[in-house]
């Protein structure tokens, strides 16, 4: 199986800084990596797909790279609103497996 | 507007079985592939199950196969999930999702409870 790992398990920010987040894969995932967002008490709600590409409206100040094994989910402009658990998850092979998750917090 | 509800959930014990049921809307639900995902309490998500769009394919990680079902009613836009000889460590939130693609999930409903306990 795909291991997804996310760094930071923890992140604390400032409103309006440039933040980045990270997910390494175990083995190449090829741009088959999903951002998901999940605020408390909320489902999933999907950010980025195929590693960078935009979600119709999701706000433009969430953007996404990479491929293979790394790849970094980025918040242009942190705003209180965006204060959750933000997850990757692989779409390459099954099983699908989603990264443990970082947690966003006010510093 | 896509909507997902799921129900069914509830405690049950141990070994017993419990089936979910996703009542779907505003989409053309025969035309796409559906799933369960789950989530621990305070934990990450779980790829549970992935049917296609006839019924004809199923998908499940070890952890629940052999002994999860998933299945789907196309003429009543409804996805179920047959869970059997169930554990603790079954114990989360199952959420419906669509896959939106080959591999990801655009849509969730809002969540099942499901605590397996004695």
């Known amino acids: 199986d795909v291991v997804l790992t996310q760094s930071p398990a923890t992140l604390s920010v400032t409103p309006g800084e440039r933040i980045s987040l990270s997910c390494r894969a175990s083995?190449?995932?090829?741009?088959?990596l999903h951002w998901y967002q999940q605020k408390p008490n909320e489902s999933p709600r999907l950010l980025i797909k195929?590693?960078?590409q935009s979600i119709s409206g999701i706000p433009s100040r969430f953007s996404g790279s990479g491929s293979g094994t790394d790849f970094t989910l980025s918040i242009n402009g942190v705003e209180l609103e965006d204060l959750s658990i933000y997850y990757c998850q692989q779409g390459n092979s099954l099983p699908y497996t989603f990264g443990a998750g970082t947690k966003l917090e006010l510093k | 507007e896509v909507q997902l509800v799921e129900s069914g959930g509830g405690l049950v014990q141990p070994g017993r079985s419990l089936k979910l049921s996703c009542a779907a809307s505003?989409?053309?639900?025969?035309?796409?592939?559906m799933a369960w995902v789950r989530q621990a309490p305070k934990k990450g998500l779980e790829w549970v199950a992935t049917?296609?769009?006839?019924?004809?394919?199923?998908y499940y990680p070890d952890s629940v196969k052999g002994r999860f079902t998933i299945s789907r009613d196309n003429a009543k836009s409804s996805l179920y999930l047959q869970m059997n000889s169930l554990k603790s460590e079954d114990t989360a939130t199952y959420y419906c999702?669509?896959?939106?693609?080959?591999?990801?999930?655009?849509?969730w409903g809002q969540g099942v409870m499901v605590t397996v306990s004695s």
């Open positions: 505003g989409f053309t639900f025969s035309n796409y592939y």
């Open positions: 049917i296609s769009t006839s019924g004809s394919r199923t």
């Open positions: 195929y590693a960078s």
């Open positions: 999702a669509r896959p939106g693609g080959s591999s990801l999930f655009d849509y």
């Open positions: 083995e190449s995932v090829d741009t088959y």
